[in-house]
């Protein structure tokens, strides 16, 4: 019983690196999410697939790329990280509507040097 | 644009204790859902209860219960009989049904629940 899979669990990288994070669920879920966590912050969103075929921005979208390769994938690609981007990453999904809670993933810890 | 604010960065409160911790919202949505979910010290996040803006009465599941006012846009947490392993981080959510805020699910600041024994 996978639910939300994210990879990799930690990462460590320099700055201007690139990198994809990877999301999966296996419970046939429509929308999927991409949530950054800081301290003091509390969970902004990055992007959103309210369905397969659709993205949309979220709160703090800049320097981020999405991809929903399918109904089950859903990544995340920094393109030129930077210590900014040091947090931790989770992953979401919930099934389409209003009325449905969100499962997430285990989060990634991500370090920019 | 729907928004989702808790007030309280930290709450104490004695075990055995009940506890409310407040969320404020705001969306010009007149469907949406409402959710709590607790993220403990492991950074895991666990879905707690959900109310949905149609629901006539406040969602109770065990211990947990929440105070649904829908003319003053809140939806605060009660933990009745707090127990020491509440003591996490917990986050108010928001979805609303349509607009352009279609499947965006919106999070609070969080509030820091510590139970002394």
């Known amino acids: 019983n996978a639910g939300v899979t994210q990879t990799p669990k930690f990462q460590v990288l320099k700055t201007g690196q690139s990198m994809t994070l990877q999301c999966a669920q296996d419970?046939?879920?429509?929308?999927m999410y991409w949530y950054r966590q800081d301290p003091g912050m509390g969970l902004r969103l990055i992007y959103y697939s309210a369905s397969e075929g659709t993205t949309d921005k979220g709160e703090v979208p800049n320097g981020y790329n999405v991809s929903r390769l399918n109904k089950r994938e859903f990544s995340l690609r920094l393109e030129s990280a930077a210590p900014s981007q040091t947090s931790v990453y989770f992953c979401a999904s919930s099934e389409t509507g209003w009325i449905t809670e969100a499962f997430f993933g285990q989060g990634t810890r991500l370090t920019v040097v | 644009a729907q928004k989702i604010t808790q007030t309280q960065p930290g709450m104490f409160v004695q075990e055995k204790e009940a506890v409310t911790l407040d969320c404020t919202y705001d969306?010009?949505?007149?469907?949406?859902?409402l959710f709590w979910y607790k993220q403990p010290s492991s950074g895991e996040m666990i879905f707690l209860i959900y109310q949905g803006s149609y629901d006539q009465q406040n969602a109770t599941e065990g211990r947990y219960s929440l105070n649904f006012q829908k003319a003053r846009k809140s939806a605060n947490l009660v933990i009745s009989a707090s127990q020491l392993g509440d003591s996490a981080m917990y986050f108010c959510a928001m979805r609303a049904a349509g607009g352009t805020s279609y499947g965006k699910l919106t999070f609070g600041q969080g509030t820091i629940l510590t139970v002394h024994p």
């Open positions: 969306t010009s949505d007149p469907s949406y859902g």
């Open positions: 419970m046939n879920h429509n929308s």
